[in-house]
């Protein structure tokens, strides 16, 4: 763990009040093998599970301080949300039959149960983080939270590797428009 995209806190040195806040808040699921082997799945392009969940943990757990919510809850849910080990692109070895959009929460949140203790808050923001895509709407303000930081970091990570892609292949304008009619989705 090092510090989510975009940012320039180094989560790891904790070395500012909010960067030690957050740590305190997932410090006991964070070094886990459970957490840690997300670091061999890759999610989006070349960033992995446990990168992407990080992004999403901690983004949402800003967004809940800043709006007095339940940034417990989030940095939780944001790093849980998609503990599962399966290569979502092919149907091979799923534990669960169906479409990766609606059984990937489920796994999700029986795996962090395994792991961790979870409330009502976590459990909502797990399970409908895939919104509006095959599950139904998030019941709390943290997980309509985590449904949207989730979207946002998928779409950063992929672009902020397209951009670095194309800056080294010169076709950068090129990717500056694919970026920018990706956000206006």
């Known amino acids: 763990m090092e510090k989510a995209i975009l940012s320039r806190i180094n989560l ?3 070395d500012t009040d909010i960067a030690q806040k957050y740590f305190d808040t997932i410090s ?3 070094d886990t093998q459970a957490v ?3 670091k061999k799945c890759s ?3 070349a960033t992995s599970r446990f990168q ?3 992004n999403v943990s901690y983004y949402s757990f800003l967004i809940c301080r800043k709006f007095r919510l339940d940034a417990y809850s989030a940095a939780r849910a944001g790093l849980l949300h998609d503990l599962y080990y399966y290569d979502w692109k092919t149907d091979d070895d799923r534990p669960l039959k169906g479409n990766h959009a609606k059984i990937h929460p489920i796994i999700a949140l029986k795996n962090a149960k395994n792991l961790t203790t979870t ?3 976590i459990d909502d923001a797990i399970l409908h983080h895939m919104w509006p895509l095959k599950t139904t709407r998030p019941n709390t303000s943290v997980g309509w939270i985590i449904q949207a930081v989730d979207k946002f970091c998928a779409i950063t990570e992929m672009g ?3 951009l ?3 800056s080294r292949s010169n076709n950068l304008l090129s990717y500056c428009i694919l970026f920018t009619f990706l956000l206006t989705m």
């Open 164 to 166: 670095f892609r194309a």
């Open 12 to 14: 790891q040195l904790q």
């Open 43 to 45: 999610q989006h392009l």
């Open 36 to 38: 840690q082997d997300l």
């Open 28 to 30: 006991d699921l964070i």
């Open 52 to 54: 992407h969940s990080l």
């Open 160 to 162: 902020h590797q397209s």
């Open 119 to 121: 409330n009502p808050t």
